[in-house]
């Protein structure tokens, strides 16, 4: 549980759509609006004077886009959601440290991926693990302060990326670690995980189902990318 609500602001110049994710965000208590804006000279006085945690941004405005306020007002600890109609902005979304990419119209089932994200998120990153730089082969070496500690790569279900971090989850237990998705690929057995999203990794060996658009592993469903589609075809075949 959070110590505290989660403050965020919304930007986008229609307001039909600054209703609706409000709509969406008033189902999580863990959610509390501060402001809802259709210009980014608003928003920008708004993140200066109250610093949101999260920002949800509208990419395509007059005067300014989304991604250039982003360029422009990337504040340290602020989360930003990108949300737009249009979905080859989300690799250039991610260049910029989008914590989350969200299409129009949204769905309330999408949206709440998203807000369970950003409060997991929010609240493991007071406990942070650091990546070890010493890996030993078939483990995931973390720690805290002089702790160590050593997870099995048999051990791990998926990867999560989140901004400058990644989840580590297992059938028992969840880490969150400062470093990125690839930089954790690039330590584990070749052919036992496969990037399947660019937020994803799977470990091949738990996966229960493949279906179209998404895998099911351990209860839990995770997308498939487009982009990721024919790479995983080896894999689950």
Do not use: W
């Not at 999260?54 to 504040?75: T, V, Y």
């Not at 999408?110 to 990546?131: N, Q, S, V, W």
């Not at 969150?176 to 930089?183: D, F, M, N, Q, R």
């Amino acid at each position: 549980m959070l110590n505290a609500p989660l403050r965020y602001l919304i930007l986008d110049d229609e307001e039909i759509d600054r209703i609706a994710i409000e709509s969406e965000a008033k189902k999580f208590p863990f959610l509390q609006k501060i402001a809802s804006c259709s210009h980014p000279v608003e928003a920008f006085e708004i993140i200066d004077r109250f610093q949101p945690d999260i920002i949800f941004l509208d990419i395509e405005m007059p005067d300014m886009s989304g991604i250039d306020l982003m360029r422009s007002k990337n504040k340290a600890g602020m989360l930003s959601v990108l949300i737009t109609s249009h979905p080859e902005f989300a690799i250039e979304s991610y260049e910029l440290d989008a914590f989350d990419y969200l299409l129009k119209p949204i769905s309330a089932e999408r949206f709440a991926r998203c807000a369970h994200r950003l409060e997991d998120f929010c609240r493991m990153r007071t406990k942070a693990f650091a990546f070890d730089e010493e890996q030993e082969s078939g483990f995931i070496m973390i720690k805290q302060g002089h702790d160590k500690y050593k997870l099995s790569v048999h051990d791990i279900t998926y990867l999560e990326a989140m901004k400058d971090y990644t989840r580590i989850k297992t059938a028992t237990n969840q880490y969150l670690v400062l470093t990125t998705l690839t930089g954790i690929m690039d330590k584990l057995p070749a052919g036992l995980f496969v990037r399947i999203h660019r937020s994803y990794a799977v470990n091949c060996k738990k996966v229960d189902i493949v279906e179209k658009g998404k895998i099911i592993i351990q209860s839990q469903v995770l997308p498939i990318g487009k982009l990721y589609k024919n790479a995983l075809k080896p894999f689950f075949t």
